[in-house]
């Protein structure tokens, strides 16, 4: 059963032992950072959460300064859900929705999970939801009556602020507390330090007997 209060917690992985840590990624899809998230993550088996914004699903493909072709935001969300991973709804834009009324809220939720719906079909699941900027207001209400858990990490690596890999990989292994969610980010700039770092440490972990889940749900 939904509950109003935001889900912190990793799945305990059933009968396995060792400890267990689930990864969010806000603020996506975006283009060639996000691939290469993917890359990492699929060769590790790893299956993680993703919240998406609708601006970032309705923006288009383009092309690198290199020459790389840039792929749209929904092809993207494509590949997300084809290699597995769990949706997560994060609003139609980066506005802060704490302060909004319960049908503006409502109407936005609405609007993005439309987006999604009309880049990967009405089939795939959302089962969660995470506020704008941590700022929740009245979200948790309207999201479990639309049918999404709100999800909130408060295990974060600040890769907003600083993209050297050293610096968030170090971040990371303090953030990442067994049985907790921590919080990076794929999209909303460039976010090429942050796939680096994740690869580093999640190869330390999982030599270290950790399992990467789920988060729970009530």
Do not use: K
Not at 99 to 111: I, N, Y
Not at 126 to 141: I, Q
């Amino acid at each position: 059963m939904l509950t109003e209060t935001p889900v912190r917690r990793a799945a305990s992985g059933g009968l396995a032992h060792g400890p267990t840590c689930a990864l969010t990624f806000d603020d996506g899809p975006n283009g060639l950072d996000t691939l290469r998230l993917l890359d990492v993550l699929r060769e590790r088996r790893i299956r993680a959460v993703f919240a998406v914004v609708g601006s970032q699903i309705l923006s288009p493909s383009g092309i690198a300064l290199d020459g790389t072709p840039i792929p749209s935001g929904a092809d993207v969300l494509r590949r997300i859900v084809a290699d597995g991973h769990v949706l997560c709804s994060h609003g139609t834009s980066f506005d802060d929705m704490g302060e909004w009324d319960a049908l503006r809220v409502r109407e936005d939720m609405l609007a993005n999970l439309e987006i999604i719906a009309g880049a990967v079909g009405d089939d795939v699941p959302v089962p969660y939801w995470r506020a704008p900027n941590g700022s929740w207001g009245v979200t948790p209400v309207v999201a479990v009556r639309l049918g999404m858990q709100p999800l909130d990490v408060v295990n974060t690596v600040e890769d907003w602020v600083d993209q050297d890999p050293a610096v968030l990989a170090s971040r990371l292994r303090l953030a990442m507390v067994p049985g907790e969610l921590v919080l990076l980010h794929d999209g909303g700039g460039v976010r090429a330090g942050t796939v680096e770092a994740v690869a580093e440490v999640v190869d330390e972990r999982l030599a270290e007997g950790w399992r990467f889940v789920l988060p729970e749900m009530p």
